[in-house]
């Protein structure tokens, strides 16, 4: 709790973090000058409840301000009011002190409660207060967890290998306005390595139109989410995982991505975004190895040099490179990644015999 209202106080976020959170109220405070503010019934800050039975002490309705002092402490005001006349009011702190409300809603709920819902960027805020006439106390105050609960369907859908909705994606993809308190690097990495494996098993049972599929989705929802967080896209797109399995367009764009995630943040000592290499390379380096499989060498080949650049050290990569290339005639070309994947290996792997005659020019 502390860390996220540090954040979102410093104005990097503009939603709140899911948690119920129950608050004992301080002291009832009073604040005369509060009674003397004139009534505004469009003021999305100070909305004017219904005639009710909560409205006592006098007073023909009640009206709910939000507020902040010098000191930025933000609380809620409740005002008793005789038409645009402030009979009285109380004030309690709100624990939240994050950015600033958009607007707030009031509710009466039956004689001795009023719900304030507080909306920070489309995020509701919701806080459950005492009044019975005499106190003014905080209950509770919860934040609407609904797009965590959506991201996490998604992770486990796109990782678990269910792909049969493309609805699905885009009803739970578009609901997403604010991803930074939902997750973070470590859960998107997780989700690839998790899609990955499910990948590789329909790649050994023959289904590589699946296993590519599944490559596509994963890597296509990280780099979504993680250019969401870098502050990039207005809304997450899912791409179609039943159409064009061997589009060129969509791997160039998970890399940049990726790539602009490498370096981690030093402002603000969050490390959620940073995305090494390590967390994509192999899932990426996978799907283009599918590719290849089903002839595409000439969409896989540059996927394969970029991997290269992004990690030189990548043994496996320059063999891959090197079938492709050899594939589509370019033997000088396969001869120079041959080359570079046998400087690149350990000494306890086996060289491919393929590998060794091609070197020959026996092939």
């Not at 000058?33 to 004017?48: E, G, S, W």
């Not at 080949?301 to 050899?326: C, H, M, Q």
């Amino acid at each position: 709790m502390t860390r996220f209202m540090q954040r979102i106080s410093w104005g990097i976020l503009p939603s709140a973090l899911v948690a119920l959170m129950l608050t004992p109220s301080p002291a009832l405070c009073e604040n005369a000058a509060d009674a003397n503010a004139a009534v505004t019934t469009h003021d999305p800050m100070r909305p004017i409840l219904a005639p009710n039975k909560l409205a006592k002490n006098g007073a023909k309705t009640l009206a709910v301000q939000y507020e902040r002092s010098d000191d930025y402490k933000p609380k809620f005001i409740l005002q008793g009011l005789d038409g645009e006349k402030v009979l009285w009011s109380k004030s309690i702190p709100d624990p939240d002190y994050g950015a600033s409300p958009q607007n707030i809603d009031a509710e009466a709920i039956g004689t001795s409660q009023i719900k304030i819902t507080k909306y920070v960027r489309y995020t509701p805020i919701f806080s459950l207060c005492l009044w019975n006439g005499t106190d003014f106390k905080l209950i509770s105050q919860r934040v609407d967890d609904t797009e965590k609960k959506n991201l996490h369907a998604l992770f486990d859908t796109v990782a678990s290998g269910k792909l049969q909705s493309q609805a699905y994606y885009n009803n739970v993809g578009e609901n997403f306005s604010m991803v930074w308190d939902w997750t973070g690097r470590k859960e998107i990495a997780k989700m690839i390595k998790r899609a990955d494996a499910t990948a590789m098993k329909d790649y050994h049972a023959g289904r590589l139109d699946k296993a590519l599929a599944r490559e596509s989705a994963s890597l296509t929802a990280a780099s979504d989410l993680l250019e969401r967080i870098l502050g990039g896209t207005e809304h997450i797109r899912i791409e179609d995982t039943n159409g064009d399995q061997g589009d060129g367009a969509r791997p160039p764009r998970w890399l940049t991505v990726f790539q602009k995630a490498h370096i981690k943040p030093n402002v603000w000592q969050d490390d959620r975004t940073y995305f090494p290499p390590s967390d994509y390379i192999g899932a990426v380096n996978n799907y283009a190895f599918f590719l290849q499989l089903q002839g595409e060498h000439e969409k896989a080949i540059p996927i394969f040099k970029k991997i290269i650049a992004i990690d030189p050290e990548r043994s496996v990569t320059y063999l891959n490179l090197g079938d492709s290339l050899f594939a589509t005639g370019s033997k000088g070309a396969a001869e120079t990644a041959y080359k570079n994947y046998e400087l690149h290996l350990d000494k306890h792997t086996i060289i491919p015999e393929r590998v060794i005659e091609r070197l020959k020019g026996n092939l």
